[in-house]
């Protein structure tokens, strides 16, 4: 079986796949149209989010027997008409869970004692040790929306202290000792913080909008490692500059392209990005942390996500 990686991985997957007796060829730079081509001569392909593989794509990848992608979701991909053309999808959302687990755990923390921003004002030699007086987790309660592999990696982590967890899912019957399964209703009645865990679809496209957030009994701090688009930017601004919402921790953003690898590209009349307003609100809030879509990013996640790749191609086809 040949197959073609469209995205640079980490060097064991090629290595495995090539010791399985598989044929590898890497092409990192051919624009989608280019593969288009010749993506019929291949049985299996690699991808990240370089690009949507879409149904010409795949009418076009007459061999194809499946379709892997090194991270946790697929939205690139036109999943039921690849299903259709029996095309098996694969992702690796168990190889990078743990790490999209720390990282939330990390932006609560660092969000409730104002570390980004007393680091900052450390460093112009400020020293307001008042300002900054911090915020215990102990005695919250913490809502998760989507309790599959990332939602349980985060409920996890938060084992060690004495709070509440609960989460809320489309799919019955989740939830587990780490995290009691509620109804909507009954997390936006109760949370303190909310962490979004959910894969991009069209029940999650702007889900958290002004009509959801003023459907939380209480102010609130939102933390969301899983996709930008779920969040309406300019109505969680809004919930930031009322008080509804108290803080976020946004690891994506709305504003991200399908690839996930820009954000803003310089305007057609000079080298400078255009940003929206609300996202200039967001780049100058003491009470936002932001980090560039790198939550399931870590130097082990690398090497986890390949590996299961492998793992999956080897347990379906070996």
């Not at 697929?74 to 029996?86: M, R, S, T």
């Not at 190889?95 to 990390?106: D, S, T, Y």
Request: glycine share 8%.
């Amino acid at each position: 079986m040949k197959i073609i990686h469209l995205d640079s991985n980490h060097q064991l997957l090629i290595k495995q796949l090539n010791e399985l007796g598989y044929t590898s060829h890497e092409d990192y730079t051919s624009s989608k149209s280019e593969i288009e081509t010749r993506i019929h001569e291949y049985d299996g392909m690699i991808i990240r989010s370089r690009f949507t593989i879409d149904k010409q794509f795949l009418n076009a990848a007459k061999n194809l027997k499946f379709i892997g992608r090194v991270g946790a979701g697929l939205e690139n991909i036109d999943c039921d008409y690849a299903k259709q053309k029996g095309i098996y999808l694969i992702s690796a959302p168990e190889g990078n869970r743990n790490a999209v687990g720390e990282h939330a755990l990390g932006m609560l923390l660092s969000l409730f004692n104002k570390l980004n921003k007393a680091d900052n004002e450390v460093r112009q030699g400020k020293w307001l040790r008042e300002a900054n007086r911090g915020l215990e987790l102990d005695g919250k309660t913490v809502g998760l929306i989507g309790y599959g592999n990332m939602g349980k990696a985060f409920a996890n982590k938060l084992r060690g202290f004495n709070i509440d967890v609960i989460c809320y899912d489309i799919k019955p019957k989740v939830g587990d000792k780490n995290a009691k399964q509620v109804s909507l209703e009954e997390l936006q009645e109760k949370t303190d913080v909310l962490s979004l865990h959910t894969p991009q679809t069209a029940l999650t496209l702007n889900m958290v909008n002004l009509d959801f957030i003023t459907n939380f009994k209480n102010p609130f701090w939102l933390i969301n490692t899983a996709r930008g688009r779920s969040v309406v930017t300019q109505d969680l601004v809004e919930a930031l500059k009322s008080g509804k919402i108290l803080g976020a921790g946004l690891d994506v953003l709305e504003y991200e392209k399908a690839s996930f690898e820009n954000l803003f590209k310089p305007s057609v009349t000079s080298r400078e990005v255009e940003m929206p307003p609300a996202f200039q609100y967001l780049i100058k809030a003491d009470n936002v942390l932001l980090s560039p879509h790198v939550a399931g990013w870590t130097i082990e996640s690398k090497i986890k996500l390949a590996q299961t790749i492998v793992d999956k191609i080897k347990a379906k086809f070996r």
